[in-house]
């Protein structure tokens, strides 16, 4: 520092110690699991099976959990084309390495596990219909109800669940009317409730989801893609304070991504390059899955490369 001037106050520079404080926490998680596809007469089609979970962890945000968790599932054609599904499972959000795992992630068609605070305990029940109406033209609908308990610490410290439910329908219909282009459309509604004591950023909100797409696929390899989303949000909503508080609010908006690829001689192969958000869209919107955002709040541009060498 220079020396003091006549007349002036010595200069001084404020210092924050910050103190750092470490944590060990010791996480034990077994699961073992047994799947069975059965095939029955008429094109009928059975899923049975189970998975055990045994959670045990010394973190007070992660309670300890011994659990079963029955499977069943069935696949039904009874005409060409047309292909029934249906499920209820049970899964623990379990502790997984970058998001992997041995056992199957869906039963008759439906995703078992989803990015939730570990330990979360979940009920999944689905219907849908596939159906396949020409060469050309083939959708479907889906409905699935979850139910979740998830763990969370109250203010005291103390371990607590909360109930989660949400309700997701789906429909599509896709259509190639030359082999060089492909149209598709797609519906999705989302309905999700949460306890206000741990809401995670949103108590109720409906969103509906509406994905038009245009593909062009030429034979040299050269291929592009253009999709616009209709996004429409209505909800309650979490404030970042201290006190827990929540505000209605809502949004409406059109996105739009774009994509080139090229596929390299011999199926070595892509090449890819594309622009999401394309026209840098500002909006609010809440997504469910934070860590994997169904749709990108600024426009953003990637180029990848896949290889797949003999």
Known sequence: LPPPIAGLPPITIPVNIVEEQSFDSDVHHTNGYLYSNV?????????????????????SDSPDEDQFNPKFGI?????????????????????????????????????????????TDAWRFGGAIDQIF?????GG???????????????AGDLQNANWDEKILRTYLFWTPHKWLSLSAEYMYEDLHRDEDFADGAKDVETHYLP????????????ASLKG?????????????????????????????????YRLPK????????????????????????????IQPDRTAFVSITLALP
């Open 229 to 261: 989303t209709y996004v429409d949000q209505d909800g309650e909503f979490e404030r970042a304070t201290n006190i827990r508080t929540f505000e209605d609010g809502d949004d409406n908006f059109w996105l739009f991504d774009a994509a080139i690829n």
């Open 134 to 138: 020409t060469q050309r033209i083939y």
């Open 75 to 119: 696949t039904w054609n009874p005409l060409p084309g047309t292909t029934f599904r249906g499920a209820a499972f049970r899964t623990l959000k379990r502790t997984l390495i970058t998001d992997q795992t041995l056992e199957p992630t869906q039963v008759a068609g439906f995703n078992q596990f989803f990015d939730e605070p570990n330990g």
């Open 267 to 294: 199926r070595y192969g892509f090449i890819s390059a594309g622009v999401k958000n394309l026209f840098d869209e500002d909006f609010e919107h809440f997504d469910t899955d934070r860590n994997n955002p169904r």
């Open 212 to 223: 038009l797409g245009l593909n062009f696929f030429h034979p040299s390899g050269l291929s």
């Open 141 to 155: 609908a889906e409905f699935t109800y979850r139910d979740m308990d998830v763990p969370f610490n109250d203010p």
């Open 39 to 59: 095939n029955l007469p008429y094109d009928l089609t059975l899923t049975i099976g189970g998975s055990g979970d045994f959670f045990d962890s010394d973190d």
